[in-house]
């Protein structure tokens, strides 16, 4: 644990909770763009995180003291992903306490918290809501599991900050794997990251809605909370992505200097990736909800494939 | 040979307090006051004494009771030592329970119930102990009669006495089994004892011969596919604390006996054996979660996860069995490892989610999930204790449950190295079908905290209910305080797991794991892979922490209570929730081969209109009924003998003299 | 560069076995034609790799009539009938596409295990990909079998001969070039027979689905 890997740790830290509102706008804008609309400004998520703060927090009659943590239980779980997901540099203190197997069971606490706390004020929105969420979760999350296995067993470690620095050294290969297990992820994070063509995070008919049905009755310093650990989340997924697949510019352990390139190289992959989920968002129609567990299969037997390929082609 | 003396004087405690609640059979304050505590002080010492056993040497014993000329023999070693620790602490928690739980108005009264109680744990210590065929066999069968009696508790309800009846039906199908096992594996040598049954070599045949029945035997008591249909129904029949103990105890005794009879007197053996188990135990676990996902009662979504779970054991152990045929001991020792923090696990959250259920029987009277809701004001005890229960259970960190899951994905992602192709090959589908299995059991847990826990209250009697009393309390919380302590503290786990290990397969993980300190867990070095629970639990607290305390300084606006916003609709009520049946559907949607629906849907013709749905398991139907008619119509030919005349009766005595004179003439 | 253009090779197959999964799952036919292309398409790849890297030029005609054939001619063709027959849906399957699926995972795990020791005798570049061109030709086959209406069966049928072409260039380094225009031959008449039967069939029963074939059995 040296003093490069504490300040890494913290600057990540501070990186993601002051970032990610941005990369909200900036996917937002590009939709808009592309869509032919008029954008919204780039700052837009930080005024509406700031609206959110000055509001007043309207909690029901029947609420328990579950709904009221939820919101901070999230925060928390997703600032922890993003301290373990190798953003800047690999060499992290706290990488050790926590492997991919543990990074997908933190994404398991959240849903589960976010859940209980839906069906905790017993409207039928809510617990509609909640039932479709736990419904793209569970199978999300195999699939999840699965993707990260494909990179460790290339790598034969699931400690992230390892496999991150063994795939960013081996020299470059094409391998059929990493690419099935690159698809499965992208489609896993629109699923999780509640983007069209899973969920329309702009949506208004509550019939349609999966994830915004969980807030439904959060105002106030509550719901900035949730839409603060939403774009946190979506800042987890792309780093993990551009960690697992493109993981070059990363400052390794021991040159602590690499990190003033990493912050721009991260910038670069991360506004890049952002274009490409606008593009995906708008040339993609949202299905509908029954299809969406077999979208999550395909992704799933995607990730499955992956391995069997490995273990053909590659061992 | 201090410690077994020990445990066996504890072990007649329990029967003393089992045979003097006799002389109280209706005071049941004496008896759920003072004898119940009794015997869960005792259990705790039993705990403490095995868990002090499990790291010295094995110890032997000889009770003379039975028949003359053959004792019982009994033995400690650390294999047993480590089941009698599950056994301890189940019967602490679950006692201090059933002292507060126990009232009048059940069918038994309560002194029978204390006698059969404590005959029942006295039993399963026992079976545990046993060191040769003929004591255990004779434990295994006090063990399941005592069980009978105790699910029979409120015999007076007829769908008690089917389930009662199922139960004690594939139990003797099982211990038949077991007793031929047993005949094949003394070899016809006549001795019983465990070290000859050790010392014979069996050739391929046998052995597997053997292992077969074994698998039979102590599957019908665990519970595994296809002889699991009891399990649904003898769970929810029995009272609470009794299903407690059936689920988080009596059915490890089924693993321990796979356990011993596999790895110990076996020797490991082929490496099919192990293939066998994992596809028991896959199909299991995918069994029990999807089921569990769409019940409508309580203790039935309970005892379908409990299947789930012996499912995920015993995938364990089929893992380590290959390891083991192919001698890379230390990835047999993480996946046995795997399965034995899994069964503590288990017996912690499932006794607590079963107690808790008692504990909400007795407030409200309800089972059915459709009339249940909005408990957590009026029982916060329970409410909170339960959801520390189902946080282990979905396999979520830091609890218990995330260690076991932990550590069998672990073994999985090092099988890269086995000589046998097809293996390899099947394993990724294995650990993919694995990582289902807990995805959808967290959805189970969610529905069955969500639908009775939170939300409104779907009847008006709920807002009355009562909380957990005293002595309740103190059993769950327990438990509670197991699943937490065991998920933060997860080295000592795998040090008593490791004594267990080193008799089985000759290696173990506490070397590996020593090495990187006490609260790392890395049991194949810190750049494979490495979790720390408790800098994991800190983590969270201090981001959300963090969380809490930037809202604080950024947050101007006040906070105040409101009807519920509801889209702006008025004139909600709690009937519009989700339902037990709505919140499976888009599992009963997914996975429809699994089941076999019957719906009734409701025309615009009914004056009353009504929809239902009924789930029902496809092995019933297609196999147990079909059976049960073979066997009627065969005892139906035999029973034509059955003439009722009695010139028929003496025909038959004639035709047999007959029969033997010709035959003694020849 | 060389050692790059052979990991391709292993690129190639795979897409190639998601393309055949593909086929399983999809509903609509027009996106069956386009994965057929996509198939054709790759296969020219993988087989213009090989002749690169093998110095053999006769896989580079072997490549060319491939990329006449299936990625132009046979993909034409098939849009003619679609719009001639104007068929757009296939909804109905024998079992649900989930459980295709599963089957189809199984079959892949048989395939790989059955090429195995087949492709350890072989001395081909690309023979580790023997078992995933084994995994084609098996869920092209299982595809033929499910599907309820004639066109993507005959789709099938072409993507198992796809999956023998890839069989034969990394078992074997490609085939004889007779060999080769002899399926070639044969795989363009069988297409053509197979679409004038397609219009037979649509005239006598007034619609694709083969089930009423089923009418013309003794009775």
């Not at chain 1, 697992?244 to 003033?260: C, E, R, V, Y």
């Not at chain 2, 069955?448 to 769950?476: C, M, N, S, Y």
């Not at chain 3, 580079?60 to 068929?87: E, G, M, Q």
Request: proline share 4%; glycine share 8%.
């Amino acid at each position: 644990m040296s003093v490069a890997g504490i300040v890494a740790q913290l600057l990540e830290i501070a990186l993601a909770l002051a970032a990610a509102p941005l990369l909200v706008g900036w996917v937002d804008q590009w939709r808009a763009r592309l869509q032919n609309k008029s954008a919204p400004p780039l700052l837009q998520s930080y005024r509406v995180l700031r609206k959110l703060f000055h509001k007043e927090s309207v909690v029901a009659d029947s609420a328990t003291m579950l709904f009221r943590i939820a919101p901070y239980v999230k925060f928390g779980c997703m600032t922890l992903i993003c301290a373990i997901v190798p953003t800047l540099s690999t060499d992290l203190p706290l990488a050790t306490a926590a492997d991919a197997i543990a990074l997908v069971g933190l994404l398991a606490l959240a849903r589960t918290f976010l859940a209980l706390a839906a069906m905790d004020i017993g409207t039928a929105f809510g617990t509609m809501g909640a039932r479709r969420d736990m419904l793209v979760g569970f199978l999300a999350e195999p699939a999840l599991l699965m993707t990260l296995f494909s990179a460790s067993l290339i790598t034969r470690s699931t400690s992230l900050a390892n496999m991150v620095e063994s795939i960013a050294h081996r020299p470059f290969a094409l391998e059929p794997s990493l690419a099935f297990a690159g698809i499965a992820f992208t489609m896993v994070s629109l699923a999780e990251n509640a983007r069209v063509p899973v969920d329309n995070p702009a949506t208004h008919l509550e019939l349609t809605m999966i994830h915004e049905a969980l807030i439904l009755e959060y105002s106030g310093r509550h719901l900035a909370m949730m839409e603060w650990a939403a774009a946190l989340k979506l800042f987890a997924y792309s780093c993990i992505g551009l960690a697992l697949f493109f993981p070059w510019g990363l400052a390794q352990s021991g040159t602590p200097l690499a990190m003033i390139i990493a912050m721009p190289v991260l910038i670069f992959k991360l506004a890049i990736g952002g274009v490409a989920l606008a593009l995906i968002e708008t040339v993609s129609a949202k299905m509908r909800i029954f299809r969406v567990p077999e979208f999550l299969a395909t992704a799933f037997l995607l990730a499955v494939i992956g391995l069997l390929v490995h273990q053909l082609l590659e061992s | 040979m201090i410690h077994i003396d020990w445990i066996l004087v504890l072990v007649g405690g329990w029967l003393a307090l089992g045979i003097g609640a006799l002389f109280t059979l209706h005071n049941t304050g004496f008896v759920a006051r003072r004898l119940f505590p009794a015997g869960a002080l005792i259990g705790l010492a039993l705990a403490a004494v095995s868990l002090d056993a499990a790291f010295d040497t094995p110890e032997v014993a000889q009770l003379v009771i039975g028949l003359p000329g053959l004792p019982m023999h009994l033995r400690l070693d650390g294999l047993s030592a480590f089941f009698l620790v599950v056994i301890g602490a189940g019967a602490f928690g679950t006692s201090m329970f059933s002292a507060g739980y126990f009232r009048t108005g059940e069918g038994t009264p309560p002194g029978l119930m204390c006698l059969e109680y404590h005959v029942f744990l006295a039993a399963m210590a026992m079976v545990v102990l046993a060191d040769d065929g003929y004591a255990f066999m004779v434990m295994w069968e006090t063990m399941a009669l005592s069980s009978f009696f105790l699910v029979t508790a409120n015999h007076r309800v007829p769908a008690v006495r089917h389930a009662a009846y199922l139960y004690l039906l594939i139990a003797h199908i099982g211990a038949i089994a077991l007793l031929l096992c047993f005949g094949v594996l003394q070899a016809n040598t006549g001795d019983y004892t465990f070290a000859n049954l050790r010392a014979q070599q069996l050739g391929p045949v046998w052995s597997s011969i053997a292992f077969g029945f074994a698998v039979v035997g102590f599957g019908a008591k665990a519970g595994l596919v296809p002889l699991h249909v009891w399990l649904p129904e003898a769970h929810p029949a029995a009272p609470s604390p009794v299903s407690a103990l059936m689920s988080a105890v009596m059915l490890k005794t089924a693993i321990y006996g796979l356990l011993r009879i596999s790895f110990d007197l076996l020797h490991g053996g082929l490496w099919w054996w192990g293939a066998v188990l994992l596809a028991l135990g896959l199909a299991s676990a995918l069994l029990g979660v999807v089921f569990s996902t769409v019940q409508t009662e309580m203790k039935r979504l309970l005892a379908y996860s409990s299947i789930e779970n012996i499912g995920l054991i015993v995938t364990g152990m089929g893992l380590a069995l290959i390891f083991r045929s192919y001698t890379m001991t230390t990835l047999a020792a993480l996946a046995l490892t795997a399965a034995l923090v899994h069964v503590l696990a288990h017996a912690c959250f499932k006794s607590l989610l079963f107690l808790g259920t008692g504990a909400v029987l007795h407030a409200t009277g309800e089972r059915n999930l459709g009339k249940l809701g909005g408990l957590m004001r009026s029982m916060p005890w329970a409410a909170w204790l339960m959801f520390v229960g189902i946080l282990g259970g979905s396999g979520l960190p830091p609890l218990a449950g995330f260690i076991s899951e932990w550590l069998l994905l672990q073994s999985f992602l090092f099988t890269t190295a086995l000589p046998n192709s097809f293996l390899n090959m099947l394993i990724p589908l294995v650990a993919a079908a694995i990582a289902l299995v807990a995805a959808l059991a967290c959805f189970a847990m969610v529905k069955f905290f969500g639908v009775i826990f939170l939300g409104q209250p779907r009847e008006e009697k709920l807002r009355k209910a009562h909380d957990a009393t005293g002595f309740e309390r103190l059993g769950l919380a327990w438990f509670a305080a197991g699943v937490v302590a065991m998920g933060l503290f997860p080295v000592p786990l795998i040090d008593l797991a490791d004594r267990v290990t080193q008799i089985l397969v000759g290696g173990g993980l506490a070397q590996t794991v020593h090495a990187n300190g006490w609260f790392l867990l890395a049991p194949m070095g810190v750049e494979r892979a490495s979790y720390i629970p408790a800098l994991f639990l800190a983590g969270v607290a201090a981001a959300t922490l963090l969380g809490l305390l930037i809202a604080r300084r950024l947050y101007r606006g006040t906070s105040r209570r409101a009807p519920a916003w509801a889209c702006g609709y008025a004139g909600t009520n709690a009937r519009m929730q989700d339902t037990a049946e709505g919140f499976g559907q888009p599992i009963r949607q997914i996975f429809e081969p699994f089941f076999r629906t019957t719906r009734h849907l409701p025309t615009p013709f009914d004056t009353r209109p009504y929809y239902r749905v009924l789930v029902e398991d496809r092995f019933w139907h297609g196999i147990y009924l079909p059976v049960a008619r073979l066997v009627d119509s065969a005892a139906r030919l035999v029973g034509r003998l059955q003439q009722g005349r009695i010139s028929i009766y003496l025909l038959y005595s004639f035709v047999t003299l007959m029969f033997l004179l010709m035959l003694v003439r020849l | 560069m060389r050692a790059l253009l052979s990991q391709s090779i292993n690129l190639y197959a795979a897409s190639l076995l998601i393309v055949s999964f593909a086929m399983i799952s999809q509903r609509r036919i027009l996106s069956l034609v386009h994965l057929y292309t996509t198939q054709g398409a790759t296969l020219v790849l993988a087989t213009a790799t090989v002749a690169y890297l093998t110095n053999q030029p006769h896989l580079f005609y072997s490549a060319a009539i491939t990329l006449a054939l299936k990625v132009v001619l046979i993909p034409i063709l098939l849009h003619r009938v679609i719009d001639r027959l104007d068929v757009r849906w296939d909804v109905e399957t024998l079992i649900n596409i989930p459980t295709t699926m599963l089957i189809g995972i199984v079959l892949v795990v048989f395939a790989f295990n059955l090429a195995l020791p087949i492709s350890q005798l072989s001395s081909s570049i690309a023979r580790s990909t023997l078992g995933i061109a084994l995994a084609c030709v098996l869920l092209s086959f299982m595809m033929m079998i499910v599907r309820s209406k004639a066109i993507p069966q005959v789709i099938g049928f072409l993507a198992m001969e796809n999956g023998l072409f890839f069989a034969a260039t990394s078992a074997t380094n490609g085939m004889p070039m007779i060999v080769e225009l002899g399926i070639a031959l044969d795989v363009l008449v069988g297409a053509l027979i197979l679409g004038v039967f397609m219009f037979q069939i649509r005239e006598q029963f007034d619609s694709l689905d083969i089930s009423h074939l089923e009418k013309l059995r003794e009775e």
